[in-house]
């Protein structure tokens, strides 16, 4: 029931009281930094993969990207710790901020489990002893991501120690046929060949050799049709075995990872032992001391893939 105001009295006025909710300046400032660094990995990404931004600045930028969405994490955690308190505005910005930063982050804490598991070998191969030996030994500017210059045993020892399983390939067949199917896997597998050693054409087709002169030629006119080849003794020394032994073939390229497109070496060597082709296959990070290992896997990727194409004839 309302009372009215007597002739004397004044009139109550009713005033509506606005409740102004605070601000979270941490909300606001983790969006914008969360963006920056979603940007940025992005950007220095493509970069690297399809332009001429080295390395070792994707390493840092990365890591600076990575630190960033943390940052941005960790200032959206107080908006919405003061929206929950308070019930400061700022949610959405904080939610926002979290989204932006989940890949910078993720790929960052990738990298440190990968850095802290993983021994910090750059280089890998199926032969611990004696590894197949680099046709042109690769060599790029390290800038600050330095790395031992020899490969020593104790690195050996940390790979076998990692990866047991890295081992080499004995095939039951021709130096030929497993040539073929080795060039046929690299291609598949995005593996570019630069460079080879050996008779990188074992047991090619007459025709596709050297022409005989032809009778009638003043020079050779009474030349055989059919030179005799001398053919090795079945000796068993020790000699023997090695002569026998350098029948082989090395390959050597380069290869990169599908979505970082980083760079590393390979060589590949065939050897042919009686009527097997055993192959070996060394892998090398071209930067710093730890590949993380991406060497690794590349290396058994590429065999498994041999084995796939082989299937049938490979051997223990």
């Not at 004044?10 to 009281?17: N, T």
């Not at 097997?276 to 060497?295: C, E, K, M, P, W």
Request: glycine content about 8%; some cysteine; charged content about 25%.
């Amino acid at each position: 029931m309302v009372e009215r105001a007597g002739a004397d009295e004044q009139p109550v006025s009713l005033m509506a009281i606005r409740y102004d909710r605070p601000v979270s300046s941490a909300a606001r400032s983790s969006r914008l930094i969360g963006a920056f660094s979603l940007v940025l990995a992005l950007a220095v990404m493509i970069a690297h993969r399809f332009g001429g931004l080295a390395t070792p600045y994707l390493v840092l930028l990365l890591i600076v990207a990575a630190g960033c969405a943390l940052l941005a994490a960790m200032l959206a955690a107080l908006g919405l710790r003061s929206l929950w308190m308070t019930g400061a505005e700022g949610g959405l910005a904080a939610l926002a901020a979290l989204i932006y930063a989940a890949f910078p982050l993720a790929l960052g804490a990738y990298a440190t489990e990968r850095y802290m598991t993983l021994p910090d070998i750059y280089d890998v191969s199926t032969d611990l002893v004696t590894a197949p030996d680099w046709l042109s030994q690769p060599y790029f500017d390290q800038i600050w991501l330095k790395r031992q210059v020899q490969v020593t045993p104790e690195d050996r020892e940390k790979q076998l120690a990692a990866y047991p399983e890295l081992t080499g390939r004995r095939y039951e067949g021709a130096l030929d046929r497993v040539l073929e199917a080795v060039r046929k896997v690299a291609k598949m597998s995005g593996m570019t060949i630069t460079e080879s050693s050996g008779d990188t054409e074992p047991g090619r087709d007459p025709e596709d050799r050297p022409v005989k002169p032809q009778p009638g030629d003043d020079a050779v006119a009474d030349a055989p049709d059919i030179i005799p080849v001398p053919t090795p003794r079945p000796y068993d020394d020790d000699v023997a075995k090695l002569i026998r032994g350098v029948n082989g073939v090395t390959l050597q390229g380069t290869t990169r990872t599908l979505i970082l497109g980083l760079r590393f070496d390979f060589i590949i060597r065939l050897r042919e032992e009686a009527e097997t082709t055993f192959v070996d296959i060394r892998v090398a990070s071209r930067y710093g001391q730890n590949d993380l290992g991406f060497s690794a896997e590349i290396a058994g990727d590429y065999l498994k893939a041999l084995d796939a194409e082989l299937l049938g004839i490979a051997g223990g």
